[in-house]
């Protein structure tokens, strides 16, 4: 199975500051149709998760500008160009390159300093 | 607009069994695969099952092959989770999602309890 690790775990921040969260993969996800399914989702206190962003770097329907994906191979970063307080939440990774199964990371806890 | 609602949640006893139901609305339902992915009280997230748009392929979790089955009834845009022999570790919330070349769009999740 890969295995997903993401750091930090907990990532206080400063309203208006940039924020960065990355994801290593214990093998590459790099499939061999050429895409890469690394994708990224947050959860609010007290919601269902959504994506935020899909294999690396697109970014869903509504999803802010300010959120961004980017990596290659086993290394990924999602970044908040000047976090918000509705950012405040759990972020996660997940491949979907090599499954079953389906794998997530532990998942990186954003709070306002 | 997409809607996934899940239902069926419950307080269990451990070795019971359950059955979460997912309807579905505002897509095309057949023509995507669908997932179940759980979350333990204050844990992470955790995928436990898949199945394509026509039913041909179902795949799970080891932690409940054999145990849980994932089903689906395109007539009536549902997808459906029986669990059986149900043990205190699949106590967790149980999302549905539906998968657009990846898993997307999440339901509001059901709460299942497994306890004496």
Known sequence: DVVMTQSPLSLPVTLGQPASISCRS????AHSNGDTYLHWFQQRPGQSPRRLIYKVSN????????????GSGTDFTLKISRVEAEDVGVYYCMQSTHWPPYTFGQGTKLEIK | EVQLVESGGGVVQPGGSLTLSCA???????RHPMHWVRQGPGKGLAWVSRIDGDSTS???????KGRFTISRDNAKNTVYLEMNSLRGEDTAVYYC?????SPEIWGQGTLVTVSS
Not at chain 2, 97 to 101: I, K, N, P, Q
């Open chain 2, 24 to 30: 579905a609305s505002g897509f095309t339902f057949s």
């Open chain 2, 58 to 64: 179902a795949t799970y979790a080891d932690s409940v």
């Open chain 1, 59 to 70: 970014r869903d329907s509504g999803v802010p500008d300010r959120f961004s994906g980017s």
């Open chain 2, 97 to 101: 999602l539906r998968d657009s070349g």
């Open chain 1, 26 to 29: 214990s093998q590459s996800l």
